[in-house]
């Protein structure tokens, strides 16, 4: 089982990384449970995204320990880092965080500068893809070549530029 968190602020793609993973997860043929919280404003206020996946029932939408924290901002972080238990993984956004910054040593911090990593893409609203392949790339949750996979027919499907969306997945994996 994995419990993960995905948080960040309106706008920066986190409902819709946790819509995609629950996607993934499901074709792969896990139970899966999305569940999303945020604030009212339209952009600039929390947005979390939890994703429960299994090979069994779910109990619970809402677990209290995480095995991933997938944070775009520091108030994230800051908010449910301890919840992520020892040995978890931590995917940060470098770019919200001052350098030097103490991350908990008893887990696998994996530090990203997505926006960095996004716009190189020329896809500024891919860091959030590029997150999720940080995440596939330091975690055994979903096998890399079968997200890329499903993640290029939910595009596909959508219509939306695959090739610059899956370069931000690839980027993103590449941060071990």
Same mark, same amino acid.
């Not at 901002?73 to 301890?82: G, H, I, L, P, S």
């Given at each position: 089982?994995?419990?993960?968190?995905?948080?960040?602020?309106?706008?920066?793609?986190?409902?819709?990384?946790?819509?995609?993973?629950?996607?993934?997860?499901?074709? =792969?043929?896990? /139970?899966? +449970?999305?569940?999303?919280?945020?604030? !009212?404003?339209?952009? $600039?206020?929390?947005?979390? @995204?939890? #994703?429960?996946?299994?090979?069994?029932?779910?109990?619970?939408?809402?677990?209290?320990?995480?095995?991933?924290?997938?944070?775009?901002?520091?108030?994230?972080?800051?908010?449910?880092?301890?919840? =992520?238990?020892? /040995?978890? +993984?931590?995917?940060?956004?470098?770019? !919200?965080?001052?350098? $030097?910054?103490?991350?908990? @040593?008893? #887990?696998?911090?994996?530090?990203?500068?997505?926006?960095?990593?996004?716009?190189?893409?020329?896809?500024?609203?891919?860091?959030?893809?590029?997150?999720?392949?940080?995440?596939?790339?330091?975690?055994?949750?979903?096998?890399?070549?079968?997200?890329?996979?499903?993640?290029?027919?939910?595009?596909?499907?959508?219509?939306?530029?695959?090739?610059?969306?899956?370069?931000?997945?690839?980027?993103?994996?590449?941060?071990?």
């Amino acid at each position: 089982m994995a419990d993960i968190m995905l948080g960040g602020i309106g706008g920066q793609g986190v409902l819709t990384a946790g819509k995609i993973l629950t996607e993934i997860a499901a074709a =792969v043929g896990e /139970n899966v +449970c999305w569940t999303s919280e945020y604030s !009212a404003e339209m952009r $600039g206020g929390f947005a979390y @995204s939890r #994703v429960v996946i299994s090979q069994e029932e779910i109990g619970s939408p809402y677990p209290d320990q995480l095995d991933v924290l997938v944070t775009m901002d520091q108030a994230t972080y800051d908010k449910f880092n301890e919840t =992520v238990v020892p /040995n978890g +993984c931590i995917v940060v956004n470098s770019a !919200a965080f001052p350098e $030097g910054f103490a991350f908990r @040593s008893d #887990v696998n911090i994996v530090s990203v500068d997505a926006p960095h990593l996004a716009a190189q893409a020329k896809n500024p609203r891919g860091a959030n893809l590029v997150m999720l392949g940080a995440m596939v790339a330091n975690t055994d949750i979903i096998p890399a070549d079968r997200f890329a996979e499903i993640l290029t027919q939910y595009f596909t499907a959508k219509g939306k530029h695959v090739e610059v969306n899956l370069q931000c997945y690839y980027l993103g994996y590449g941060q071990q």
